[in-house]
């Protein structure tokens, strides 16, 4: 598996001279953050990312958060137009080495917590999800979360909110199906493959549909179109957040077909009610078996790309919520444990 590190360009106050000091690193994952959606991308500011990559030993071969614009979504007459200035970006970024696209198909909120600073016991903190809090919310008057690209002023958003109310999830679903058919046979000819991320968390939100939640939802994505430019970003945090799916299960079934592309690995402490906060990574400090989890991988002799997702802010760092230094490295050092465990029981058991 070759890991990589979230790197939000350089205005991160993580420093690329710190991700390449983690052992065993491969590169990092970023994106135009800051470009307009449905705007052309540049060779040049790839181009920069990737030097200063280069410059440190790491690559930059995967695009997160290559978002998607709402009209798109919802299927409206200047969709077309969108897609095919999305297909001319796949032009830009595969003639500069990108290989796989994380994008999501989640309407007008990407994920969504509630708290940015839950204090764990320990005197860490971390993200954190409250259903309650959710429900008291009136998304008209604007809502701002940390990592979310698309920020939209409180009119603007009431009038997403009014378009969604007649897109439910069936007709969703058929607008992501009209963009596939669109772009899958650009990014396969391109040698792209697009990598679909679950919906974060993977229910309903303000009474917007979500479609990417479960194990059925993923196998409908991928009947869609039966080729492997056609597939996954398998998030277990996301997909964990909801006690009903079995992750581990998921990961050696997708794996095994070889449509993950990209693993966002982290860990998550679901309480009944379906609350949650986003936990170390170790498999006891949540409610996800995160050994489990590896050993699908193992046993799919995955080669793809895997990187720790949300981290908590331990040791007084400060920065964005979820995407501090040390805890990801934690979990990079964590998750390079469990597989070179599995590599030397399989060396010692080679039956197993």
Not at 23 to 28: A, E
Not at 253 to 275: A, I, K, L
Request: hydrophobic share 35%; proline share 7%.
């Amino acid at each position: 598996m070759k890991i990589l590190f979230r790197w939000h360009g350089p205005e991160d106050p993580i420093s690329l001279d710190y991700i390449r000091q983690i052992p065993g690193m491969y590169g990092i994952v970023s994106s135009l953050y800051k470009l307009p959606l449905g705007q052309r991308w540049s060779d040049e500011k790839i181009q920069e990312i990737k030097q200063a990559a280069a410059a440190r030993q790491l690559h930059f071969e995967v695009v997160d958060s290559f978002r998607i614009h709402e009209d798109i979504k919802l299927g409206k007459p200047t969709r077309d137009r969108l897609i095919d200035e999305y297909c001319k970006n796949l032009q830009v970024l595969a003639r500069n080495g990108i290989k796989v696209i994380c994008y999501n198909f989640m309407p007008v909120f990407d994920w969504t917590r509630t708290n940015m600073a839950y204090p764990l016991p320990d005197g860490s903190n971390t993200l954190s999800y409250d259903q309650a809090t959710i429900d008291a919310v009136d998304p008209r008057q604007g809502i701002d979360l940390p990592g979310w690209g698309a920020k939209y002023p409180p009119e603007q958003l009431q009038q997403l909110l009014a378009e969604y109310q007649h897109c439910d999830e069936e007709q969703l679903w058929r607008n992501l199906e009209y963009f596939l058919h669109k772009v899958i046979p650009v990014a396969k000819a391109l040698g792209l493959k697009l990598a679909l991320h679950a919906d974060d968390p993977p229910r309903p939100l303000f009474g917007l549909p979500r479609i990417l939640k479960n194990v059925d939802d993923h196998r409908r994505l991928l009947e869609i179109i039966d080729d492997p430019a056609n597939g996954l970003t398998l998030c277990t945090g996301s997909l964990g957040s909801d006690l009903r799916n079995d992750v581990p299960a998921m990961v050696a079934e997708f794996t095994q077909r070889e449509r993950v592309h990209f693993v966002h690995f982290r860990n998550v402490q679901v309480s009944e009610n379906g609350d949650f906060y986003e936990s170390a990574h170790p498999s006891a400090c949540g409610s996800l078996d995160m050994a489990a989890i590896m050993a699908a991988l193992h046993d799919a002799r995955y080669s793809g790309y895997i990187r720790p997702d949300h981290g908590r802010m331990i040791w007084g760092e400060t920065g964005v919520p979820g995407y501090g230094l040390f805890d990801r490295a934690l979990g990079i050092t964590y998750m390079q444990g469990l597989w070179e465990g599995l590599d030397k029981a399989r060396t010692d058991h080679p039956n197993h």
